[in-house]
């Protein structure tokens, strides 16, 4: 009886994963597979898939200078936007954790907002603001500061922007959690052996929040690294980011083998920016903004 | 405590409130701009008119896009969530051989990029003769989904105690009776909590269903894609606010009520 009862106990958290890890397994670890081996396959002029071990599509992703131009590309605008949430985040993020006002819990709920409002909205939304009869347009034409509407949207700068206006969240929440959980007494202390309050913040609570702002780093950098949907709604015609490049293969070219191969370098690049991250500091850093 | 000197405080606050600022001004002039008379989707406001809103109602391919969102985001929330909790259980429960490697494999398809997991499914159920179709959508709207369910539901299930399992089960009740009178209760607020969550981010996802969806099939996000391509219009706004409105007063909705459930069990 006991011996059945351990084993009854052993098979039941099993039971309970299947459903998930067959989920898992089917639908993204094979498939994942599929798309490497896909990326040797060839598509012929005629349109017709040749199976096989082809390493065209390789050959012309590694060597052609215009897909690393792009890879470096995006990565940079993914960095500076990292940067930017970082410094922009911060305050805000130090402000709700530390701060005595009654209407904390509005606050976090205020934070927590944008989170539950569409990516494609907060995208759009960049356009009223900057777009040629959008507000800033609108307020310097009526004070009469500029005669003809200035053209400010479709570019770089507005890419990022909206990514920002993305990823912000993510970054202020990471920090938040990590903010928090840091015990008041040690800044306290610090403060009584003699410490100036920037200084206890430098040596105390910025170390102690490293974790968060890592977390929320690695989030925005591989969130906006992989984004295709803002350089399109906020970019012109040369700021595609790689995630485009990808897009374009498989939807508008329909290069299914080339798009593979695209897409097995995106997934290497920010796959291990994700495992060098999880080899110092822990995912779990990560799932603690959701509890 | 961790105040830093008068300067630097108001430095932070100033900070804090442009933060905020620069999070919600741009929403905020979406839903004005979605009550503006004039027939451009900009600036200035000539009057404030719902007669956007009444053209939305009148636009059959936003309503079944509305539909098709609808539909999508509640049986992936289902299917989703039904799955996550077994998993977020078995993870939380009990402690097995692999349980890290599990938990990292759990949240996989977060950390994959979502275009490449976009194209892995679709270039796969292709290769499987699938074609598109709203299944393929579904499929991968649950895998998308999964992860944050996960994690939304493993963070509410380590509040809830065992004991209580354990009480029932010594008190004489099978362990079918124990999950569904004692276990199941108490799990409601965390499968709601994923359910909403994976609703949530079904309705709004745009990356991985721009891969998916079968052509001549809208979702909201792909509808106000595809009429960004001509120019903003005014309806896109008043789509906008609606889509605002919902997304953000049904978790609001969903706090409140778990808040009320909790007191009246409480009291």
């Given at each position: 009886m006991a011996v059945s009862d351990a084993h009854t106990r052993d098979m039941r958290p099993w039971a309970l994963l299947s459903p998930a890890l067959t989920a898992i397994t089917l639908l993204l670890a094979i498939p994942t597979c599929f798309v490497i081996v896909y990326s040797f396959w060839l598509r012929t002029a005629a349109g017709d898939e040749q199976v096989g071990f082809y390493l065209d599509n390789w050959i012309e992703v590694l060597s052609d200078p215009f897909y690393r131009d792009i890879l470096l590309y995006t990565l940079k605008i993914g960095l500076i936007t990292t940067v930017c949430c970082a410094l922009m985040g911060y305050p805000a993020a130090y402000f709700i954790a530390?701060?005595?006002?009654?209407n904390k819990a509005f606050l976090l709920l205020l934070l927590m907002l944008p989170f539950w409002i569409s990516y494609i909205i907060r995208t759009m939304s960049w356009i009223n603001i900057l777009?040629?009869?959008?507000a800033v347009n609108y307020v310097l034409q009526s004070l009469g500061i500029v005669a003809e509407p200035i053209q400010?949207?479709?570019n770089e700068a507005t890419v990022i922007l909206g990514l920002i206006h993305f990823l912000l969240p993510f970054m202020v929440l990471n920090i938040y959690v990590s903010l928090e959980g840091i015990d008041p007494n040690l800044n306290a202390a610090a403060r009584s052996l003699g410490s100036t309050p920037f200084q206890a913040f430098r040596e105390v609570t910025l170390p102690l929040s490293l974790p968060g702002l890592a977390a929320g780093s690695l989030l925005c950098f591989v969130l906006g690294s992989g984004t295709y949907i803002t350089p399109i709604v906020l970019?012109?015609?040369?700021?595609?980011m790689f995630a485009n490049l990808i897009y374009d293969a498989i939807?508008?070219?329909?290069?299914w083998p080339l798009g593979s191969a695209l897409s097995i370098v995106l997934l290497i690049v920010l796959g291990s920016v994700v495992l060098l991250y999880n080899r110092y500091l822990s995912l779990g850093q990560i799932s603690k903004g959701f509890g | 405590m961790t105040v830093r000197g008068p300067t630097g405080w108001t430095f932070i606050k100033i900070a804090t409130v442009l933060t905020y600022v620069f999070m919600f001004a741009p929403v905020a002039v979406v839903m004005l701009l979605?009550?503006?008379?004039?027939?451009?989707?900009?600036?200035?406001?000539t009057g404030l008119s719902v007669r956007w809103f009444v053209e939305l109602a009148q636009n059959d391919a936003i309503i079944r896009a509305f539909q098709t969102s609808m539909i999508l985001g509640a049986l992936t929330a289902v299917i989703s969530t039904s799955i996550g909790v077994c998993a977020s259980l078995a993870m939380v429960r009990y402690d097995f051989p692999g349980k890290n490697l599990l938990n990292t494999a759990l949240i996989a398809p977060i950390l994959v990029p979502e275009v490449v997991l976009a194209v892995s499914l679709l270039l796969f159920l292709q290769f499987l003769?699938?074609?598109?179709?709203f299944v393929l959508l579904l499929l991968g709207h649950v895998i998308f989904t999964l992860p944050f369910v996960v994690l939304v539901v493993q963070a509410r299930l380590?509040?809830?105690?065992?004991e209580y399992e354990e009480a029932a089960l010594s008190l004489g009740a099978n362990p079918f009776q124990t999950f569904f009178q004692v276990t199941l209760p108490l799990l409601m607020p965390a499968v709601a909590a994923g359910m909403l969550f994976a609703f949530t981010i079904s309705f709004d996802d745009i990356t991985g269903t721009l891969f998916w969806k079968p052509p001549g099939v809208e979702t909201v996000p792909t509808q106000i894609f595809a009429m960004l391509r001509n120019s903003i219009s005014p309806e896109i706004n008043a789509l906008g606010t609606v889509m605002i409105i919902l997304t953000v007063a049904l978790p609001l909705t969903g706090a409140g009520l778990a808040r009320w459930l909790a007191s009246r069990r409480g009291g």
């Open positions: 530390f701060s005595k006002m009654r777009g040629v009869s959008g400010m949207l479709y970019g012109g015609p040369g700021d595609g939807i508008t070219q329909l290069n | 979605a009550f503006n008379a004039s027939q451009f989707g900009s600036f200035p406001m003769s699938m074609p598109k179709n380590v509040g809830i105690r065992k």
